[in-house]
């Protein structure tokens, strides 16, 4: 009995997200982003944050590409500071109705709205240095955001937060977003060539520069549908069928099948970001 508590716990472990999208997936969006702008923009992006002392936060501060990938989470523990935010992270566009981003974002509380607009004040010289710091942290952030599928499609149930399914043999709380954001990501990041080299080894020049075309709102119907295909399609043969009778294990097998995918999804936002970058900074 004790030899089989040790292999579980020891399963256990291995198949738990160590950071996850929650820090992981974020900070490689971040990397990738950051090895791949100009030169001048990569200079001007740490100027900026040499002066994160100015946002007051020393809780959650800002170092390097990482931190400023991870700050607007980070902040979400300061209570009604920046409670303003919350709404920004994500848009519940319904995977099972015609594509409406208008209807996901009313006043401009939804991630895309989010990247063009934080986009639009990190290139702006003539704010305070607090201001596009802000404004780089949140963009940074949000394109990470976009690229995670349950931040951009969903059925009316919160971004499959309210979707319970099991991932290998942990059940518990565990949901369909929880699933995405944690265990799925690392295994896609850290599956060798693992982290941002890794990822960008696999990618031709070529393959780069088609990655980084399109619109925040392409890049948001690109991922609504990848919601659909992806996140709840590994768990349901019809995504927008009725729920399932019991609930869903992504086993080992699924998970091999979407590593690819999520591999893709982390390559693209870092090099979405990258272009957004150079464009306000380069």
């Known amino acids: 009995m004790k030899s089989r508590i040790l292999i579980l716990i020891a399963l256990l472990v291995a198949h738990a997200p160590a950071a996850a999208w929650w820090e992981y997936g974020h900070y490689t969006v971040g990397r990738i982003a950051e090895r791949t702008v100009k ?11 040499r002066q994160q002392a100015l ?18 989470d980070c902040i979400k ?5 920046f409670n303003y935010a919350f709404p920004w992270h994500y848009q519940n566009v319904d995977i099972c109705k015609p594509f409406d981003l208008a209807a996901a974002c009313r006043d401009g509380n939804c991630v ?54 099991s991932y290998g043999i942990i059940a518990g709380r565990a949901n369909l977003h929880s699933i995405w954001d944690g265990w ?23 393959e780069r520069e088609a990655m980084r075309g399109g619109t925040v709102t392409d890049w948001s119907r690109e991922m609504w549908e990848e919601s659909r295909q992806f996140a709840y399609g590994s768990v349901m043969q019809d995504p927008c069928g ?3 009778a019991t609930r869903p294990v992504i086993d080992e097998a699924t998970t ?5 995918v999520v591999r893709g999804q982390i390559a693209r936002g870092g090099l979405r970001l990258a272009r957004l970058l150079d464009e306000a900074l380069g």
């Open 77 to 81: 523990g300061l209570g009604e500071r």
């Open 184 to 206: 799925i990501a690392e295994r896609g990041i850290s599956t060798p060539p693992g982290d941002a080299v890794g990822i960008l080894t696999g990618l031709g020049m070529a």
């Open 55 to 72: 946002l007051e936060t020393p809780t959650c501060p800002i170092r390097n590409i990482e931190d400023a990938s991870y700050w607007p």
């Open 112 to 165: 895309s709205a989010q990247i063009e607009r934080n986009a639009k004040l990190l290139a702006d010289k003539t704010l305070p240095a607090r201001e596009r710091l802000m404004a780089l942290a949140f963009l940074t952030h949000f394109v990470g955001d976009l690229h995670m599928p349950l931040h951009a499609g969903d059925k009316g149930d919160l971004g499959g937060n309210r979707f319970a399914a």
């Open 39 to 49: 030169p001048s923009t990569r200079a001007a992006l740490r100027a900026l944050i």
């Open 242 to 244: 009725p729920p399932p």
């Open 256 to 260: 091999e099948r979407l590593i690819p």
